[in-house]
């Protein structure tokens, strides 16, 4: 049987990506691996946003949630904690012993479980409490933006136990191993590598399941599925958990690679960019989350140095366009049926009714 | 002499021609690289301070360069995030391979870039002031030690007979960290803290900490607010009756470019530490001054870090001069033997643990935007990274 | 100051917040009910009110130039936010969420081009001297209460605005119009109302409240491009806890989020008082999903 022209470009961007150590300097393939990184996150929002009808405003509490459960233990992993050994924050904070919940992120296995776990648990909390009382929609959006307020003004003022402003970095080591060398960052980058791709084809399996019907169901007429009997509520906090480990995962990875996490990357701000990546790529299809999170990523290195003030205006007319002239994202040009039947999704509902 | 007016004609020949070729530099060129935040919330501070180390820049080059070669400078924007500037911090050194970097501002984004700059043995120059308790040899800081602003800061105010200190600032670390050192030498020297209070960066709402400081009744007010925060402030206590001259307040953030947009009326009166203000007389002062106004407007205004951020490219300049090389560990060990230069800020060096030795000053805010210098430091202040009573045991030694 | 006259003025200071948030909210709130559409974009009609404050201020300095600038902000402010209405909001108005996505890009382009146009560092706009009084409390159990005449000010300002929106609202031919739309915009519509119309009034109005909002602040802090942002996430809240479009929910809601922060703040920091506010929410949200008052079912959304 032949293979598929899509088939074919599939593999061969599984090669390139496999290859991209040997291909590219080591700046160019840590400015890869970092946006690999955020593409695990964006794939969350595809999840919730593009295929449950939820928005998220608040993405990056989660990624800060895996970040900082990784950060901790990095922070902690050269330290004799034995001898009383803290790290440096506290002292300078007028801290006299490591505070309780910092023990536990010096087992390395620990912190990992927490990096899925954590971001993935607090998510469906959070939004179990906020979907069982059936708010959603617009008030969901507005609450996760104040989430990720709160969560950033939290982390800077809990200074003495976050690190606060300046976040935590300086890393060494991860499992006995020297992370700041040039072949430990391309350890890292095949394991972002690899982990795109997991993710990938996990949401490409869960997509198709009866799950995801159910999902796309709920996020098309909630009331309808609720009428036919069932429960929308598991449904909708399953995907916004699963969305929320992805961004910790994204979160603990982008850590790797940056060595740095702070409040900046956690707030308001980078929380609503998160979303245009997905909006610029295409929020019903997964891998047009992955080419809008790249494609802006880059174009956002390359214009903001040269022409700050541009990319600003850029950034805003992303947003305005994409989601006014193109609601499924770039990928959606590709997929023709699939950008049809959005474009007439939206010009069915382009008068207002109060039947909904 | 002659070899540099014919550089410098050749230049200006090239430059029309080959639009910026650098074959008239005989040594060719030498890349340093300017890091600040020209976006987001810190570039209102930031794009200041890369004007002025462009200046520094700018006169270097037109008096021959260093060691012959022309300076050219890759500008970076850090985007006011730490991350952006830990990457492009490696992006130059790795990729552009300019052999030392001006720039940062906040704590945050030295200490993202600190790994970065160990990590290639590289050498960053910070400008501002900031809260110590950090020790790098790949790090020159010329901005003000805690015992540089601060801590004069207070001896000024008791001297002059304050005795109930009401800390205020912005929730983050400088403010955080300096206050646990006032708190010490309050304490220390037998005043009294009356209140301390921490507002969220940008935090806009001031009644309840100005209902605070009615009830507490302090004699003076130590203020480590960031940015917008003060305009709110300044704007609520003159709403609640307390202006500067019925209260004093003693600001470390507020220097002549906020005091220029946040209108001097609202502020006149109020109090500033820094290690330079524009009023400084000398005559380094008055051409760096006017240099910066040729360049910029004469409308602008210039501040203590951009006259550290100016200052640093020089003291760059004169150490490479003196190692003979551009090898950052060859400068360093050549900037911390210069001894005293005359700069705008008066006399400075660096010392042995790679900050700066200078004069602190206490400034008065005139109705026209300017403070008028009412106190300095009897001599130059020796920089101590860690202060001995708040974190006994720990020093700063760097091997040169 | 004894302990009665400083609790008291925590409660006079959580009414002059609340007065703030009501001002940023209303118009939120007023085209969040009548068109289910946030705009992301409402902060910086703020920003755009204290801008034309300094702009009024250098035409007509004095005493009086903020009272002359009122009018101009919300005259300014309506304008923009009819473009606004226009060119973005009524053509997604059908899709609330990428509406909210696409003011946000809004929003974005504001902020820089008032950082262009002004610089970012923002103007300086200073309160009259007439405003520069305090009304003292000296004698009784509230001896030692001061409130500043600039706080009072503001208070006066919101209840003028309320009260003129309320009168509108249910004594006007529109305001018969606007709550129609409101409750049934079919029908409405049937009726003969020009619910298009209704509702690119009624945004203007609301960005035209919000501008005048801009005024009020620039007494109290700094005209910045970024302004506005500080003020939107509280702004956010205040919608979500009144209800749909109505003004009594959102004042009740705007004096509930004042009075929490003034009063939870005598306990601890500011910052954990943003996270308190929040928790609050959404606890609140357990007992009342539709909020303080509605008109609509929240529930049967979508």
């Not at chain 1, 959603?136 to 136990?161: E, K, M, P, R």
């Not at chain 2, 003000?144 to 008791?158: D, V, Y």
């Not at chain 2, 009830?215 to 307390?242: E, R």
């Not at chain 3, 007065?19 to 007023?30: D, H, Q, R, V």
């Amino acid at each position: 049987m032949k293979p598929a022209p899509k088939h074919v470009l599939g593999g061969a961007l599984m090669l390139l990506g496999v290859a991209a150590p040997l291909l590219i300097n080591p700046y160019e393939l840590s400015l890869l691996g970092r946006f690999l990184a955020l593409c695990i996150l964006a794939m969350g929002i595809m999840l919730t946003w593009g295929e449950a009808g939820i928005l998220s405003l608040g993405q990056g509490v989660f990624f800060g949630l895996g970040a900082y459960a990784l950060a901790m233990h990095l922070k902690l992993a050269g330290l004799n904690l034995a001898n009383g050994d803290m790290p440096d924050f506290m002292v300078w904070s007028g801290v006299s012993a490591l505070p309780a919940f910092w023990y536990p992120f010096k087992n390395g296995c620990f912190a990992l479980a927490c990096v899925v776990l954590v971001p993935g648990g607090f998510a469906a909390g959070f939004s179990w409490l906020v979907f069982r009382r059936r708010v959603g929609g617009v008030y969901f959006a507005l609450i996760t933006q104040a989430l990720a307020l709160a969560f950033s003004t939290l982390l800077i003022s809990q200074q003495s136990y976050t690190g606060g402003f300046n976040g935590l970095t300086n890393f060494t080591t991860l499992f006995g191993q020297d992370i700041t060398t040039n072949s430990a960052a391309r350890v890292i980058y095949w394991v972002t590598f690899i982990l795109v791709v997991l993710v990938y084809f996990f949401l490409r399996w869960l997509l198709a399941t009866r799950y995801g019907v159910m999902l796309r169901a709920t996020r098309d007429g909630e009331n309808r599925v609720r009428f036919l009997g069932h429960d929308a509520v598991p449904y909708k906090v399953l995907a916004f958990a699963i969305a929320g480990a992805l961004a910790g995962i994204g979160g603990a990875l982008f850590t790797l690679h940056s060595g740095v996490i702070s409040p900046a990357a956690v707030g308001v701000v980078p929380s609503i960019e998160m979303v245009v990546w997905v909006a610029v790529g295409g929020r019903n299809i997964l891998w047009g989350a992955i080419a809008g999170t790249l494609l802006v990523n880059f174009a956002k290195d390359q214009i903001s140095s040269a022409l700050p003030s541009l990319w600003l205006y850029a950034l805003g007319a992303l947003f305005i366009l994409s989601v006014s002239f193109l609601p499924a994202g770039i990928a959606g040009l590709f997929h023709a049926g699939r950008e049809e039947n959005v474009v007439r999704r939206i010009l069915r509902r382009r008068k207002l009714s109060t039947a909904e | 002499m002659a070899m540099k007016k014919f550089g410098f004609a050749a230049a200006l020949l090239a430059g029309t021609i080959l639009a910026g070729h650098t074959a008239a530099w005989a040594d060719g060129t030498v890349k340093v690289g300017v890091l600040q935040s020209l976006s987001g919330t810190m570039a209102i501070s930031e794009v200041p301070l890369e004007d002025a180390e462009l200046l520094a820049i700018d006169q270097l080059n037109a008096k021959g360069g260093v060691l012959g070669k022309k300076i050219v400078p890759i500008v970076e924007d850090g985007a006011s995030d730490p991350s952006t500037f830990a990457q492009k911090a490696t992006k130059l050194i790795e990729e552009d391979k300019v052999v030392t970097v001006f720039g940062g501002w906040t704590s945050a984004s030295r200490k993202a870039m600190l790994p970065v700059f160990q990590k290639f043995d590289n050498l960053l120059w910070y400008p501002v002031q900031f809260e110590g308790n950090e020790c790098s040899p790949n790090i020159m800081y010329s901005g003000a030690q805690p015992n540089q602003q601060a801590l004069p800061a207070l001896a000024w105010a008791e001297s002059k007979g304050y005795k109930k200190y009401f800390l205020l600032g912005s929730d983050y670390v400088y403010p955080r960290t300096a206050n646990l050192i006032l708190k010490k030498h309050i304490a220390h020297d037998g005043m009294t803290l009356s209140g301390e209070e921490y507002v969220p960066l940008g935090g806009t709402d001031f009644s309840s900490v100005i209902a605070e400081i009615q009830q507490a009744k302090p004699d003076i007010i130590i203020n480590t607010l960031n940015g917008d925060s003060n305009v709110s402030f300044f704007k609520q206590m003159a709403a609640a009756g307390l202006t500067p001259d019925k209260l004093p307040v003693m600001s470390f953030s507020i220097a002549e470019p906020e005091a220029k947009a946040m209108g001097p009326s609202l502020l006149a009166g109020s109090y500033t530490s820094w290690n330079y203000f524009q009023s400084l007389p000398g005559a380094a002062n008055a051409a760096f001054v006017s240099a910066y106004k040729a360049k910029y407007g004469a409308g602008s205004v210039v501040d203590d870090p951009m006259v550290h951020g100016y200052e640093d490219v020089m003291i760059w300049a004169d150490a490479v001069k003196k190692a003979g090389s551009f090898n950052p560990t060859k400068v360093r060990d050549a900037a911390v033997t210069l001894g005293f230069v005359e700069s705008p800020l008066g006399k400075v060096k660096f010392a042995d643990n790679q900050s700066m030795v200078q004069t602190a000053y206490i400034g008065k805010l005139q109705p026209d935007g300017q403070f008028k210098i009412i106190w300095s430091s009897p001599g130059p202040i020796t920089p101590q990274p860690y202060d001995p009573l708040t974190f006994p045991g720990k020093s700063c030694t760097i091997p040169h | 100051m004894n302990e009665s006259a400083f609790l008291l003025g925590q409660v006079f200071n959580g009414f002059s917040v609340a007065s703030l948030f009501i001002l940023a909210a209303l118009g939120l709130a007023l085209s969040f009910g009548l068109m289910r559409v946030i705009n992301m974009a409402h902060g910086e009609m703020l920003m755009l009110g204290g801008y034309l404050a300094y702009m009024t201020l250098q035409v007509v300095p004095g005493p009086f130039g903020i009272l002359a600038a009122l009018p101009v902000a919300f005259l300014g402010a309506a304008l923009l936010g009819a473009v606004l209405e226009l060119t973005v909001i009524h053509r997604l108005s059908a899709r609330p969420l990428d509406t909210l996505l696409a003011t946000w890009g809004v929003s974005l382009v504001l902020q820089q081009a008032a950082r262009n146009l002004f610089g970012a560092i923002g103007v300086e706009v200073t309160a009259p001297t007439w405003m520069d009084h305090t009304v003292s409390v000296n004698s009784g159990f509230l001896a030692g209460m001061d409130l500043p005449d600039t706080r009072i000010f503001i208070l006066l300002i919101a209840a003028l605005v309320l009260g003129a929106l309320a009168a509108l609202l249910n004594k006007t031919r529109l305001g018969l119009y606007v709550r129609a739309v409101n409750q049934d915009r079919a029908t409405a519509a049937a009726m003969g109302v020009n619910a298009r119309l209704i509702d690119l009034l009624v945004f203007s109005l609301g960005t035209g409240v919000a501008g005048m909002a801009g005024v009020i602040l620039a007494l109290l802090g700094p005209v910045t491009p970024t302004v506005g942002q500080s003020y939107i996430v509280p702004a956010f809240l205040v919608v979500i806890l009144g209800g749909l479009g109505s003004l009594v929910g959102t004042t009740i809601a705007s004096i509930i989020v004042g009075l929490f922060t003034a009063l939870i703040e005598i306990f601890v920091d500011v910052s954990v008082a943003q996270v308190l506010l929040l928790v609050f929410v959404i606890l609140f949200i357990q007992i009342r999903p539709q909020g303080i008052i509605t008109v609509r079912t929240r529930a049967l959304e979508g």
